[in-house]
């Protein structure tokens, strides 16, 4: 039943992936009215919040895009930092929108980041539990007791899932100052704003994606547990 629920939650997010990507190379190809560059759009933003010790930096790869509040730094992709389009818009205005959430204390963001660590932790501890349930066979399960074993599972994924219901507000709000930003601030026309908020929403389902199919593995963990009780 796990692999079954595996599979699906990863088709659906291989199928959502593949949208974004194809909404993404679309509207890189409508230059901006303004004609701004995603470094430019970022600065602007990081400027007009009265932040002035993030820097705007460009990252290689593609979607790989993300504020890092560890160094200061907005990294953006080559397409979205030297783009003049309303993809690279969405993309520089929404990762500034974290760097905004950063310097004002948003207490969604202060949670995500406060559990990094144990996200981090509790992720090392399910590999080590599948490899050592795969290779260790019988001998693993005699030495951990199975009702063990599913509780630290358990465990897990409800630390995973907890971070990936957190990372959807976090994602949400900074898409919202985005898109209330650029409107703003005349950097989208009407046709560029549709464009920018669609690819920001098809970019937010990936979050969805991912927290319903860590949430829907941690109730199967749940219900085996409790019919091991009955």
């Known amino acids: 039943m796990i692999f079954i629920i595996a599979i699906f939650f990863m088709i659906l997010s291989f199928a959502i992936s ?13 230059p901006l009215s303004s004609n701004l560059s995603g470094k ?26 993300h504020y890092n509040p560890a160094t200061f730094t907005v990294n953006l992709s080559e397409p979205v930092y030297y783009g003049k389009n309303a993809a690279s818009a969405a993309v520089a205005a929404h990762e500034c929108g974290h760097a ?14 406060a559990l990094v660590p144990i996200q981090n932790a509790s992720g090392k501890i399910l590999n080590i539990i599948v490899l050592a349930s795969i290779f260790g066979g019988s001998f693993f399960f005699s030495v951990f ?75 199967y963990y749940v219900a085996i547990f409790l019919g091991r009780r009955d």
């Open 18 to 30: 593949s949208r974004l990507k194809s909404k993404f190379k679309k509207y890189s190809q409508v």
């Open 40 to 65: 430019e759009i970022a600065e602007r933003m990081l400027a007009d919040h009265r932040i002035h010790n993030v820097k705007v930096l460009c990252h290689e790869g593609s979607l790989t895009d």
């Open 100 to 113: 905004v959430q950063h310097a004002t204390a948003y207490r969604f963001l202060e949670m995500r980041s």
């Open 145 to 219: 007791p199975y009702d063990m074993v599913l509780l630290t599972i358990i465990g897990v994924y409800t630390v995973l899932t907890l971070f990936s219901v957190i990372t959807l507000p976090v994602e949400f709000d900074a898409s919202n100052r985005a898109l209330a930003w650029i409107q703003s601030r005349g950097i989208t026309n009407a046709q560029e704003q549709v464009m920018a908020k669609d690819a920001l929403k098809w970019a937010a389902l990936t979050y969805i994606v991912a927290a319903l199919g860590s949430l829907v593995t941690l109730l």
